[in-house]
């Protein structure tokens, strides 16, 4: 909500626009590129015709939850879940318990948009759970008077949610039944995570488009531009459109820029571009780069309404492969722009007609500023702006109704400023913590001296309200969307300097900064930690990030066309890029799986006629494996 971004110390100018593109990822991926939703926010998905399982089909319940697992905080909340048990074979050890692990939004989300739990279910006699996430939909603890209410919105605890509800499950169906995770997005890191802290529990996982690498100390300096990369591949031929589109796209910024170093430079390419008014070569670039990190991520082979519904307009679909579509705007024509040098270094020439431009990393040169307008006309460049412009009216104007584009602000954090204050005195070394050996203290160990919350409850709480809190208690800070315009993808200038180092993007590691209690105290939700580690120490050795190859029974599935492809988790030397099948243990028991032309977690979907082959591939290879699991769990209870 807009009030969020306030509350965290940013100017009101900043927060109305980065609430339209970055939403409540300020406090978990400030310095990211372009628009960014909420990891695996809720959205309603997949354009049908009704005849597909839903929440209509749920059986809803609720079970009574701790608020604390792991310390001395009172008081419990009501979880909510769906329950669906009329595929379930109770006959003898057949079926299987499939849990969908909730996300950061309500419950119901991924109901309406888990086709593979539902497909599988009916064909394997599964029982369906599916949870809320803590502090989500009809799922939030009352917070008014309790102290340090927000504390407790952890992933962690979350997690002991999953396996106390489903444990009580168990017990009340009198069954040993093998339970299976699945999630997408920040419901795959959890899939995974539940399966890897609680082994004994959850017999597998289905982790879908999990960006748990993503970690800075496991992400590493190469990984800096990984979400950038990956969106770029569906703007050429490895994503189904032309390499042709995404040369022209990344040729586009650096001859705006030149261009508009004259008056009627910049007027005729505001109009090419769809201008209200007469914009900046600055304006027009940044409107220009803001939409791709969205449909990268919505890029599926039907209508869709999961990109849009929580970071767009709402419930008006991308049409089926928006990058393609895209791309066919215009982009995908020979427009005679000739390059020389070395793109992957940011170090190259570009003519088109009269316009000369040299570009070195973030600094170009030309001749923009004495072209006329006849040359500015004859040389293409309008045509190349139109192209673009048009490409990225696929996403700014779904609704149809736009016939000109208003100035694009920059996000400057320029006037953001959150002091720390001298927190002797203030400190309390009381947390509510799993228990994690030879790991770095727990962010939520040093906070405030405990506080009774002032929060005022409400009926509803906001989509996504869990996620800000989540990140801020327990340094969820992913570092693959940091870095772009690096020399492998479609963006220019860069936004980092030259020789950029993992350090010197997010900082030493071992030093911490503000956290970002004073606006959540402002707000009176008091228990955030005093100090932020944009490392992510604890949470990285708490979940064994990078170690994922030491555990069984996992599947971590990518689609190479998603942005967090970037941060998932593969074997040494494997990517989105390597084969279908990578395999993560010896005993083939946990894998990476890759579909070649896949956006965010577009297995968990409901199959249709237009997916690619990988896809159907994957969901048939996630079948086998779950068999494999449930079989090799009932072979031990022997």
Same mark, same amino acid.
């Given at each position: 909500s807009y009030s969020f971004c306030t509350l965290l110390g940013f100017n009101k100018r900043l927060c109305s626009v980065t609430m339209q593109r970055l939403l409540l990822l300020t406090t978990c991926l400030v310095g990211s590129v372009n628009a960014i939703g909420s990891l695996g926010m809720g959205r309603w998905g997949q354009v049908h015709d009704g005849t597909k399982p839903s929440i209509a089909n749920c059986t809803w319940k609720y079970y009574e939850q701790v608020l604390d697992h792991f310390g001395d905080g009172q008081g419990t909340y009501n979880e909510r879940y769906c329950e669906y048990s009329k595929f379930w074979d109770q006959g003898g050890r057949k079926g299987p318990i499939y849990l969908y692990v909730g996300n950061e939004s309500p419950v119901d989300e991924y109901v309406n948009n888990t086709g593979l739990m539902w497909e599988l279910g009916e064909k394997k006699g599964a029982l369906l759970i599916f949870a809320e996430h803590r502090y989500e939909g009809k799922s939030v603890p009352l917070?008014?008077? *309790?102290?340090?209410?927000?504390s407790y919105c952890t992933t962690s605890q979350a997690l002991a949610d999953y396996v106390t509800l489903i444990t009580d499950i168990k017990k009340n169906y009198t069954t040993d039944a093998p339970v299976v995770s699945f999630g997408g997005s920040y419901g795959g890191m959890l899939a995974g995570w539940i399966r890897i802290k609680y082994p004994d529990v959850i017999a597998g996982a289905i982790a879908a488009s999990a960006p748990v690498v993503g970690f800075p100390g496991v992400l590493g300096t190469g990984g800096l531009d990984a979400s950038s990369a990956a969106l770029s591949r569906g703007l050429g031929s490895k994503?189904?459109?032309?390499?042709?589109? &995404?040369? =022209?796209?990344?040729?586009?910024?650096?001859?705006?820029?030149? *261009? #508009?170093?004259?008056?009627?430079?910049?007027?005729?390419?505001?109009?090419?571009?769809?201008?209200?008014? $007469?914009?900046?070569?600055?304006?027009?670039?940044?409107?220009?780069?803001? @939409?791709?990190? =969205?449909?990268?991520?919505?890029?599926?082979?039907?209508?869709?309404?999961?990109? $849009?519904?929580?970071?767009?307009?709402?419930?008006?679909?991308?049409?089926p492969w928006p990058m393609r579509v895209a791309c066919k705007k215009g982009l995908d024509k020979d427009w005679g722009v000739a390059v020389t040098g070395n793109v992957s270094d940011v170090k190259y020439s570009l003519k088109m007609g009269a316009v000369e431009v040299n570009v070195d990393w973030d600094q170009e040169s030309g001749n923009g500023a004495t072209l006329t307008q006849e040359q500015i006309q004859q040389s293409g460049v309008l045509g190349l702006v139109r192209a673009m412009a048009d490409a990225a009216s696929v996403w700014y104007n779904l609704t149809q109704d736009k016939h000109c584009y208003g100035t694009h602000l920059k996000e400057e954090v320029d006037d953001v400023k959150v002091i720390l204050e001298d927190v002797e005195g203030l400190q309390s070394d009381a947390c509510s913590c799993p228990k994690c050996d030879g790991c770095p203290p727990c962010p939520l160990c040093k906070r405030e001296s405990p506080k009774a919350c002032s929060y005022i409850d409400k009926p509803t709480v906001s989509n996504t309200f869990a996620w800000g809190p989540i990140c801020c208690n327990e340094d969820l800070y992913l570092a693959n969307t940091f870095v +772009?315009?690096?020399?492998?993808?479609?963006?220019?200038?860069?936004?980092?300097?030259?020789?950029?180092?993992?350090?010197? *993007?997010?900082?030493?590691?071992?030093?911490?900064?503000?956290?970002?209690?004073? #606006?959540?105290?402002?707000? #009176?939700?008091?228990?955030? @930690?005093? +100090?932020?580690?944009?490392?992510?120490?604890?949470?990285?050795?708490?979940?064994?990030?990078?170690?994922?190859?030491?555990?069984?029974?996992?599947?971590?599935?990518?689609?190479?066309?998603?942005?967090?492809?970037?941060?998932?988790? &593969?074997?040494?030397?494997?990517?989105?890029? #390597?084969?279908?099948?990578? =395999?993560?243990?010896?005993?083939?028991?946990?894998?990476?799986?890759?579909?070649?032309?896949?956006?965010?977690?577009?297995d968990l979907f409901f199959p249709t006629p237009n997916d690619p082959p990988s896809a159907t591939a994957v969901r048939a290879i996630e079948e086998k494996m779950i068999d494999q699991w449930v079989e090799k769990y009932w072979a031990e209870r022997k």
């Open positions: 917070m008014h008077g *309790v102290t340090d209410c927000i994503g189904g459109s032309t390499d042709q589109c &995404y040369d =022209n796209l990344r040729s586009s910024w650096p001859l705006i820029k030149e *261009v #508009g170093k004259s008056q009627i430079g910049r007027e005729l390419l505001s109009k090419a571009a769809y201008r209200c008014k $007469t914009s900046t070569a600055e304006d027009i670039i940044s409107w220009g780069q803001g @939409p791709w990190f =969205n449909m990268a991520e919505g890029d599926y082979p039907f209508p869709s309404t999961y990109i $849009t519904y929580s970071v767009g307009p709402g419930l008006y679909p991308l049409p +772009q315009g690096a020399g492998r993808d479609i963006f220019w200038p860069p936004n980092q300097p030259r020789g950029y180092t993992i350090e010197s *993007v997010v900082g030493p590691k071992g030093k911490t900064t503000p956290g970002c209690y004073v #606006g959540y105290d402002a707000e #009176g939700l008091f228990g955030t @930690p005093l +100090q932020k580690d944009a490392w992510g120490t604890w949470i990285t050795d708490y979940y064994h990030t990078g170690n994922e190859a030491n555990f069984t029974n996992i599947v971590w599935s990518n689609g190479a066309l998603d942005p967090w492809s970037g941060a998932g988790v &593969y074997p040494k030397g494997g990517s989105a890029l #390597g084969p279908m099948v990578q =395999n993560l243990t010896a005993d083939g028991s946990s894998v990476s799986l890759i579909i070649d032309l896949g956006a965010h977690h577009l």
